[in-house]
């Protein structure tokens, strides 16, 4: 599949301390980057995964998801363009922000901004747990999982379906309207709750180990 997995997640939010805190001590994630302004973090041998941007808000502020090669961005750019979805190429600028070597940007239907990422970065200095942990389920699995509020469903599920490939996992529509989807071996690396909301729903992270998650738990 073109797009193997979400590369990295922005996060809008001003409590840098809180999220600074929680991210290392709580989930074990490891600090790269302490700014005034914004937060980087990791959870692998990726330069970043999670970044907190410091704007105001408590909301999504970006996806990343990587796509297989170079020439997919081509792809995907131009075949959103057809359907009308103005397509932006990454300044180096921004592909060094985001440690990767190549991106586009978009906004989808309801107005996420989505980008599309070549070759991330690897850092050679091994992963550094904020606490003591067996590690991430990352890999090609990508970072985890991501899920968004939604207004009409239905209008979504054909964009992620059809324009950018992910497949159908799961779905449902009594009580609720859910449409899961995966690009790559997890069950879902993103999905749609049609709840009459917009906005971040939550993310997902997998440890190696379930003991991992109790010792967050009790954290």
């Known amino acids: 599949m073109p797009i193997n997995g979400l590369s990295y997640l922005g996060v809008n939010s001003s409590k840098l301390d809180d999220w600074s805190e929680y991210a290392q ?13 914004n937060l980087t973090l990791r959870m692998d041998d990726h330069k970043q995964r999670l970044t907190i941007t410091g704007e105001p808000g408590e909301s999504l502020a970006f996806m990343g998801w990587e796509v297989e090669s170079k020439s997919d961005l081509e792809m995907y750019a131009s075949r959103l363009n057809k359907i009308g979805i103005e397509v932006f190429s990454g300044e180096k600028s921004l592909a060094d922000r985001r440690f990767v070597n190549d991106l586009i940007y978009f906004f989808d239907p309801t ?31 990508g970072m985890g999982h991501a899920v968004l509020h939604v207004k009409e469903i239905e209008t979504l599920i054909p964009f992620y379906r ?4 992910f497949k159908v996992s799961d779905y449902s529509y009594d009580p ?16 749609l ?15 190696n180990n379930l003991d991992d998650v109790g010792q967050g738990y009790d954290l």
């Open 193 to 207: 709750v049609g709840s009459g909301k917009t906005g971040f729903h939550h993310f997902m992270i997998e440890y």
């Open 25 to 37: 001590k709580c989930l074990g994630m490891q600090l790269v980057d302490n700014g005034r302004q």
């Open 176 to 191: 609720i309207a859910l449409c899961f989807f995966h690009v790559n071996g997890r069950h879902h690396s993103f999905a």
């Open 162 to 165: 059809d324009v950018l490939d």
């Open 111 to 141: 107005g996420n901004l989505i980008e599309l990422v070549y070759s991330p970065m690897l850092d050679r200095n091994p992963f550094e747990p904020g606490r003591p942990i067996s590690g991430f389920k990352t890999g090609p699995f």
